[in-house]
RNA sequence: GCCGCCUUCGUCUAGUGGUUAGGACGCUGGGUUUUCAUCCCAGUAAUCACGGGUUCGAAUCCCGUAGGCGGUACCA
């Protein structure tokens, strides 16, 4: 039997990463099998129903490269793929569990008659086990409300059947409703697919993870500058892990030795430190190539596009996302703010303007284009003439081209600048050192 | 309340009767380094929720308790 699995996203907003976590699950569950992955989106409720986050939940999907094989405007036999299209079919069904007298109708919703007898068992393929649940706890459910849209209970059940959904693979806040599903599988004689229930992805409080939490949407991540193998890799760790004992896997590598039983069942809390460490991980292991097309596609706006790729080296050991790029390198492109709170900070004695004065010196009689070692020994032989550290003084010579004292390397930096401008910049300093203005605060909080 | 699921370092986890309970993130210290990072080394941290069993031996099996979470919607 072919394996189909089904994302199906409610449009209520821009899906938050626990959407892409289980996304990801029920893509490589769909790639191990050779099977299908479907996208359907479960718009029943018109209240939360939020017109853009269509155009993002396909954002999502398209990010991470989940490309689904059916789904709204793609293929498939199975009818529309969006649930509000599927309005006549559940009424259908709805008809015939009337029919059977299996349904009633109550404040003009339809409501299916619950057997309240007996137990439900059903096996879970994450855990392995089987679930029962004592069909007392179930009430005559609502199926069909007086607007005339489905319930999730009804509509998933009906959309599974009809879409030959195989496995469904959704997060574990349905199992107390498995006694709905199966008695609905019932009464239209349907055999059930196979169910997998995984944990609940939550927020500090361990508490199901929500917008309350703050809970950022994936394309949040992309906003951010996370790679997407980074999201994919980190997100693929939680509840479950690499049976080969590795933290840093590709996709294709997971879609190899996935199996639903390496699964936990206990909650899982994301831990955004982690991911950002991952995405260093991806970062330093791109080669410079590909990282400088990452980030011309991500700084859009970028003041100095061609110069990315030669400065692509100098960072990519120093950002764990792209947005870090531009802190660290806009006084390439642009002229700095100065602080005087930061040449404060160095420990110079005396008249910052003198030593400042006698760098420009230097820096006139070198012949150019500058060369590094002759750089760097000139200015150690100043630092030692003038009785300051070495460190102080090249850290000196960075603030004063970059207003920074974290910058990539001094030198390098400076090949990328020119002689001119880097001394251009230096005079700057030293001409109006007494008028730079003091904003400690705006340091401090860096 | 009732029903269900869960419970190993702060976090993500390995572990399926015999391990000094392992790894990763984080954190701390050290080394490399003209800054920051990277890299390397070391360390920190889990009486395996608790209490009973079973067993020569239990994180691993059984029972109970507690706690957390989820469900108990004309939300999904």
Same mark, same amino acid.
């Given at each position: 039997?072919?394996?189909?699995?089904?994302?199906?996203?409610?449009?209520?907003?821009?899906?938050?990463?626990?959407?892409?976590?289980?996304?990801?699950?029920?893509?490589?569950?769909?790639?191990?099998?050779?099977?299908?992955?479907?996208?359907?989106?479960?718009?029943?409720?018109?209240?939360?129903?939020?017109?853009?986050?269509? *155009?993002?939940?396909?954002?999502? %999907?398209?990010?991470?490269?989940?490309?689904? &094989?059916?789904?709204?405007?793609?293929?498939?036999?199975?009818?529309?793929?969006?649930?509000?299209? /599927?309005?006549?079919?559940?009424?259908?069904?709805? &008809?015939?569990?009337?029919?059977?007298?299996?349904?009633?109708?109550?404040?003009?919703? +339809?409501?299916?008659?619950?057997?309240?007898?007996?137990?439900?068992? @059903?096996?879970?393929?994450?855990?392995?086990?089987?679930?029962?649940?004592?069909?007392?706890?179930?009430?005559?459910?609502?199926?069909?409300?007086?607007?005339?849209?489905?319930?999730?209970?009804?509509?998933?059940?009906? *959309?599974?059947? %009809?879409?030959?959904?195989?496995?469904?693979?959704?997060?574990?806040?349905?199992?107390?409703?498995?006694?709905? @599903?199966?008695?609905?599988?019932?009464?239209?004689?349907?055999?059930?697919?196979?169910?997998?229930?995984?944990?609940?992805?939550?927020?500090?409080?361990?508490?199901?993870?929500?917008?309350?939490?703050?809970?950022?949407?994936?394309?949040?991540?992309?906003?951010?500058?996370?790679?997407?193998?980074?999201?994919?890799?980190?997100?693929?760790?939680?509840?479950?892990?690499?049976?080969?004992?590795?933290?840093?896997?590709?996709?294709?590598?997971?879609?190899?030795?996935?199996?639903?039983?390496?699964?936990?069942?206990?909650?899982?809390?994301?831990?955004?430190? =982690?991911?950002?460490?991952?995405?260093?991980?991806?970062? /330093?292991?791109?080669?410079?190539?590909?990282?400088?097309?990452?980030? $011309?596609? @991500?700084?859009?706006?970028?003041?100095?596009?061609?110069?990315?790729?030669?400065?692509?080296?100098?960072?990519?050991? $120093?950002?764990?996302?792209?947005?870090?790029?531009?802190?660290?390198?806009?006084?390439?492109?642009?002229?700095?703010?100065?602080?005087?709170?930061?040449?404060? =900070? %160095?420990?110079?004695?005396?008249?910052?303007?003198?030593?400042?004065?006698?760098?420009?010196?230097?820096?006139?009689?070198?012949?150019?284009?500058?060369?590094?070692?002759?750089?760097?020994?000139?200015?150690?032989?100043?630092?030692?003439?003038?009785? +300051?550290?070495?460190?102080?003084?090249?850290?000196?010579? /960075?603030?004063?081209?970059?207003?920074?004292?974290?910058?990539?390397?001094?030198?390098?930096?400076?090949? +990328?600048?020119?002689?001119?401008?880097?001394?251009?910049?230096?005079?700057?300093?030293?001409?109006?050192?007494?008028?730079?203005? =003091?904003?400690?605060? /705006?340091?401090?909080?860096?």
């Amino acid at each position: 039997m072919e394996v189909r699995v089904r994302i199906a996203p409610s449009p209520t907003g821009s899906p938050h990463i626990g959407t892409a976590w289980q996304a990801l699950f029920d893509y490589v569950f769909a790639k191990k099998h050779n099977g299908k992955f479907i996208l359907r989106l479960e718009d029943t409720d018109r209240a939360r129903f939020v017109p853009e986050s269509v *155009d993002q939940i396909h954002e999502t %999907l398209e990010w991470l490269g989940f490309e689904y &094989d059916e789904g709204p405007g793609k293929g498939g036999n199975f009818g529309p793929y969006i649930q509000s299209e /599927r309005r006549e079919i559940y009424k259908k069904y709805t &008809d015939k569990l009337i029919g059977k007298d299996l349904a009633y109708e109550s404040d003009g919703a +339809i409501r299916f008659k619950m057997n309240k007898e007996g137990k439900t068992t @059903y096996h879970d393929l994450v855990g392995d086990k089987d679930i029962t649940i004592e069909n007392s706890t179930q009430d005559d459910f609502v199926i069909l409300k007086s607007d005339g849209f489905p319930t999730y209970n009804f509509a998933n059940v009906i *959309d599974d059947h %009809l879409m030959q959904i195989s496995h469904v693979i959704r997060g574990n806040e349905y199992i107390s409703s498995m006694p709905k @599903y199966l008695q609905l599988y019932k009464a239209f004689d349907w055999t059930p697919p196979q169910f997998a229930h995984l944990p609940l992805l939550v927020g500090s409080d361990r508490s199901k993870l929500s917008k309350r939490h703050g809970a950022k949407s994936a394309l949040d991540y992309k906003k951010e500058g996370y790679l997407k193998q980074a999201v994919i890799n980190f997100l693929a760790l939680l509840g479950w892990s690499n049976p080969e004992g590795k933290e840093i896997f590709s996709l294709e590598e997971m879609i190899k030795v996935f199996d639903l039983k390496d699964f936990n069942q206990a909650s899982v809390y994301f831990d955004p430190q =982690k991911l950002e460490w991952m995405n260093g991980e991806y970062i /330093r292991m791109m080669s410079d190539e590909d990282l400088a097309q990452n980030l $011309r596609e @991500y700084l859009v706006d970028h003041p100095a596009k061609d110069k990315i790729g030669e400065v692509v080296p100098l960072v990519k050991e $120093r950002i764990k996302k792209l947005a870090d790029f531009i802190p660290l390198t806009n006084f390439l492109w642009q002229k700095p703010e100065y602080d005087r709170a930061v040449f404060e =900070k %160095l420990k110079i004695d005396g008249d910052i303007q003198k030593v400042l004065d006698r760098i420009i010196e230097k820096m006139q009689s070198m012949g150019k284009p500058w060369k590094a070692e002759e750089f760097e020994k000139t200015f150690r032989e100043l630092a030692g003439e003038l009785k +300051i550290s070495a460190g102080d003084m090249f850290q000196l010579i /960075r603030a004063a081209i970059s207003g920074q004292l974290v910058t990539p390397p001094l030198f390098e930096s400076i090949q +990328i600048l020119g002689e001119d401008e880097t001394l251009r910049r230096v005079e700057y300093v030293a001409r109006s050192y007494q008028d730079l203005p =003091k904003l400690v605060e /705006r340091i401090e909080s860096e």
